[in-house]
């Protein structure tokens, strides 16, 4: 299980929870438990998602490891000047 | 359309192009002569990247027509180096990183030569304003205005 | 601190200086090819209206004309992005800013290609527009594409907003409560352009079913792939050269013309080569975005930071876009705050879609953040870089956007800017001293890179980042320290699209540290093939050899008494010894490493004329490892100016026809070198622990501080405070009338 902090606009589709609890070793399965267990987020998730695994910002990286005590922040999918 | 037969020298060398009335210096130099150092920023005369002398004027080559170039004498950044022998400024733009993407390069140059051989010993505030019609986007400037200090001093000697 | 490097940290000159400073290096429009035509654009002259009909004819007959196209020529677009990206390159049914593209044509020389666009016969009709972001949200505004509102935007505002994001974390009413002093205040910040000084071009040049095509931009392996599916392409059968790019800034990270000359060149089968003018790339490339913007900041009497929270509504032009998060995620990311939220709104209107500008998104949010953060000192009596020490974020932060911050530098610039001689020289009358911190992510990404050894033992190195600051000399320099070899045996060049695998874009500051670690890689490759080689070659274990310094050697006497074998001896056998020796990587590295820096600027305000001259300005920035000092120096001071300008001079001005009436460097004025003092620098290098040599990217955090910097600066030097960017003349003057 990790810990996913889920940024404020999007908590409408998590009962208002900033953080919510899945059940994934790795990025992959962690969008796609994200997105079962809360439907609303998928279109943000085909939008583009970044996730910041303990501190590092990792972009469609699917096989990154998730460790049950890892920091786990969704963020949106950003580009750069 | 009627074409305009021009004969010049450019870099020192007789050259000869034929132009269409509305055609600029500039167009010459880069579509019929193939000197592309000189770049078109603007059209307006208001970035300098197409700075050449015409008869030892720094002039805005996109602000002179082609068809009125007939006898004059032009100086472009190709003519800078003296064969693989670099000018003092050139080399000083180089060692001193004073150029990052370089499209505007060609033009400080060209703009700065012509400040030095007419003031060889330019303060920072006269190099700043000297340069002021050559737009550069990447630097801030401060490289370039050191290069040409540093260039300045070695040609008077003194580095 | 740690490593001892050989070639980091010296500043070679870059193996790309000589083209540039002999005139022979090849911008985008210097390549000139036999049978060449001139394509040009015919645009709107209104902001938003229906084209009615759209007759060519009469351009098509005229003599010297090969071919005109318009949306008709282009197959729908399945993807979205992409068929967004189209219908802003040539408009379909409505043309949605002045400047638009709708039709287009190739002829054989410049003035007959203009000459037709006059023959051309449009009708249109005019629509209701809208050019201001605060306009464009209320309802019953015009709606510039309908269905495309944002799921979250709500109710009270047009189905303009395609975008709303939120983010914070505890509890900001309650953090309000704790504050002995709130302050908010409302900002709006104008639409800057890049400014690159090389206008947009390309040269198309189709072959049957496969094309070439030569272009100014940031990503050409980006440019292949959306211009292959406008096209209906494949990619490899469009092979893309990236010219040597005359400035980005972001700017060219998408197509404008591209896709356009593509058309032009597949109907008249001949190479087309487009050029803008200076006008139209004001008109029609993509400005950054412009803003509107509430921020609210709680402070105690000591200066501690009790809640903030800021609203920030963007204008992104014609087209759905994505950027506000970006500012919204930036705006409070130099803080350690228990209680904070930003919020975002990304806004169409009737102007050209913006597209990034170095640290896309954070400067105007960071701009409203710090100069609030400047009049609550001035209100305490609190010393503005003290205040910002009291409250920095560093290593264990948990940021304002989510993650934890590693190892960061920004209490090290706060504390190099206290120290430095700048922060306590006096000042004279009419002048002010302001201070501004900035913040940028920076990103990481796929990245490919092909490292050759030739036969006399000195290195090919190609990669497919476009060079915009002098990349290819950090990118040599880094393979020369890993192999231990000379800087000036690597030669660096950028590959086109078929020479090697993908590489993203050159922005998010990404090159150095992605393409470093890559060249890295590649670099341990072929050192591992030489120990095996050598290894071999003396008939020891591989593991009884090792790499030092450029050669392979025994690892001890045990192994064996041979003398090292250089790499260039090495290469020379490589033939007898299994064939070319070479080292490659493909991937994707992230944990690139965030950005802060620290600007101080001297301000003298003329309070006759409310113009305002830059005294002094000194920048502070963690580079993390500055690979090359000087080109490190010249991205903050770069930046920094960038900053000058969108702070006191420049803005897109819309009249109430929505037409743009800047479109110049003339009117649109950007810095030049009288506007100027030297720009002082100050690197700080706390080294990103994800890279191997610590780097971080240094490219666009620069443009973030000067915004308040300046504004805070210009509020101590004249007394009132301006809440508008630019802050020019006439508009300082009238602050002064007024405070």
Redesign the interface.
Known sequence: MADV?I???LR?YTDGA?TVEVAASTSRELLEALVAAYPGLA?QVA?GVSL?I????????WF?PINPDS?V????L???? | ?KKIHVSLTVNGDAVDYLC?P?ETLLDAL??HL???????????G??G?CSVTVDGRLISSCLMLAAEAGGVAVE???G??NGAE?HPL?RH?????A????????GI?VAAKALLAQNPDPS??E???W????????????????AVQSAAAEMRGEA | MGREFKILGT?P??P???E????????G??L?VTGMLHGAVLRSPHAHARIVSLDVSAAAALPGVKAVITADDFAEVENAANRDTLHNCMAHGRVLYDGHALAAVAAV?K?VARAALNLIRVEYETLPHVTDVDAAMQPGAPVIHQGKKH??AGDDVSDNVVG??????GDIEAGFAQADTVLERSFKTAAAH??????NACLADFKGDKADLWVSTQGHYLVRDICADILGMESSQLRVTAA????????K?TVFLEPVALALSRKAGKPVKM?M??EEVFRATGPTMSSSMDVKIGMTADGRITAAHARLRYQGGAFPY?MV??GA?SAFAAYDLDHV?A?GWDVMTNRPKMI?????GAPMAIYAVEAVLDELCQKLDLDPLEVRLLNAADEGTKSS??????AIGLKACLKAAQAHPHYSAPLGPNQGRGVSAGF??????QVSVSMAITPDGTVNLTEGNPD???SRASVSMMAAEELGIPFEQVNTVIGDTGAIGFSDTT????VTFTVGIATIKAAKAVKAECCKRVAKIWEIDADAVEWIDGAVHPTGHNAGDFPPMSLAEIAAMAGRTGGPIAGHFEG?P???GVSFGVHIVDTQVDPETGFTKILRYTAFQDAGKAI?P??V??QM??????GIGWALNEEYIYGEDGVLQNA???DYR???????P??DTVIIEVPNP?HPFGVRGV??TAIVPPLAAISNAVARAAGVRLYALPMSPPRILAAMDHG
């Open positions: 902090t940024w404020g606009s409408r900033e279109d939008a910041s303990d501190g590092e910002v990792y972009k469609d990286a990154t920091e922040i969704l963020m949106p950003m580009v750069g000047g | 359309m269409e509305q880069r579509d193939n000197l592309t150092g000189a770049k078109e920023g603007c059209g307006t208001d970035c990247a472009t950044v190709e800078m180096a670099l050139q733009i180089l060692d001193g990183a150029l990052q993407c370089g499209v505007c390069t060609p140059l920072e505030t190099i700043r304003y340069l002021a019609g050559n737009l550069c986007r990447c630097t801030g400037y401060d490289k370039i205005i050191r | 500043t000159p870059r790309d200086g000589i540039k400073i002999t005139g022979k290096a090849l911008f429009a210097d000139n020389s003035s799921k979250l709303y994001y939120s983010f914070g974390h890049q400014g690159y000084i090389e206008p040597e790019i005359g400035g980005g800034f972001g700017g990270t050029v003018s200076r994505a998060m970006m995620m939220q919020e990034s500008y170095r640290a896309p956007y989510g993650p934890t911050f590693k940028w992510f920076n990103f990481g990404g915009i600051g002098g922005d998010g500051s990404r994707a992230d944990k690139a090359h000087d080109y120096e010249g001071q770069g930046g920094a100016v960038q110049g460097f003339l950007i810095p030049v070198a009288s506007d100027l030297m720009i994800g490219g666009e």
